[in-house]
């Protein structure tokens, strides 16, 4: 598959990149990826937004380039993978550790390439039919001009796929819902072995919260957000607010 990506400047991965953007340190996601799909197999909510990814999908024209940009373990990647087998497929992941579960999960299907790049380091025609963006943005540095590097990397009428943490962690609030269902579904022994498994997702949850308060991770309302995918030239086609009210959900097209 040729390489369509450029990169802008080149930077290290898995880098805490804050002395150079002026960010301050945060969320560690090599560490994340340790546990993130443990807790996310056990979340009905992930589980809710990947089942509308895959009904989304099913209601589009199949889209020829697709890019999952922040695609982490590549979740998303997978299911566009399945439904989309004869499509090129680009997974955009900074992080190394993220991406080293991505490629060992995405391993079976050839049509994907793998680039260790930030949103913001990648310098490629707009020609994309699809692009997902799923709970990455807000950890980005400047999300309204990242909303435009979206909107370029697409063809005109090019469909983006958002869903974005808008509000304030509460970290006591998530781990009191996915303890009640993991106890539903694996008693009360279970739910503490997933717990302990999975403890290292609290850990960068908490840093998650803590970026969100010093304002170095974005934070919106459904009204702010709709308003900055607009100002970068995005029709919006669908927006509710999903995940227990955290984080939006933007289905948009881009404007010719
Ligand atoms: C919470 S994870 C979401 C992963 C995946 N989209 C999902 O929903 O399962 C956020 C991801 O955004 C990535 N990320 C952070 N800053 C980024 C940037 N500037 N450009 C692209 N991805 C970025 C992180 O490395 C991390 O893997």
């Known amino acids: 598959m040729p390489s369509l990506a450029r990169v802008k ?54 889209p020829q380039l697709i890019y999952d940009i922040g695609g982490g373990t590549g979740n998303y990647t997978e299911i566009a ?18 991406i080293r579960s991505a490629r060992s999960k995405l391993a079976a299907h050839g049509n994907i390439k793998h680039d260790t790049f930030a949103l913001e380091d990648i310098d490629a025609p707009g020609t994309a039919d699809l ?18 590097d979206l909107y370029r990397l697409l063809r005109p009428g090019g469909w983006l796929y958002l869903v974005d943490l808008g509000r304030y962690m509460n970290v006591a609030d998530w781990r009191r819902y996915l303890f009640s269902n ?6 009360l022994v279970g739910a503490l072995r997933i717990f302990w498994q999975g403890r290292e997702i609290a850990k960068q949850n908490k840093t998650i919260l803590k970026a969100q308060k010093k304002g170095v991770y ?16 995005f029709k919006i086609l669908r927006q509710e607010a999903v995940y227990r009210g955290y984080s939006d959900l933007l289905v948009c097209q881009a404007k010719p």
Request: hydrophobic letters at 40%; glycine letters at 6%.
């Open 9 to 62: 400047r080149s930077v290290p991965t898995n880098v805490d990149r804050s002395e150079t953007t002026g960010r301050s340190a945060s969320t560690d996601w090599s560490a994340y990826a340790t546990a993130y799909d443990l807790l996310s197999e056990h979340n009905p909510e992930y589980q809710a937004l990947l089942r509308d990814f895959e009904g989304f999908l099913a209601t589009i024209k199949t």
């Open 182 to 187: 993991l106890k539903k579904e694996h008693g």
């Open 131 to 148: 692009i997902i963006c799923v709970h990455a943005l807000y950890a980005m540095p400047a999300q309204e001009q990242r909303l435009g």
């Open 218 to 233: 974005w934070t919106h309302t459904e009204a702010e957000i709709a308003l900055a995918a607009t100002a970068a030239g």
């Open 81 to 98: 993978a399945r439904a989309c087998p004869d499509s090129e497929i680009r997974f955009v992941e900074p992080d190394a550790g993220m």
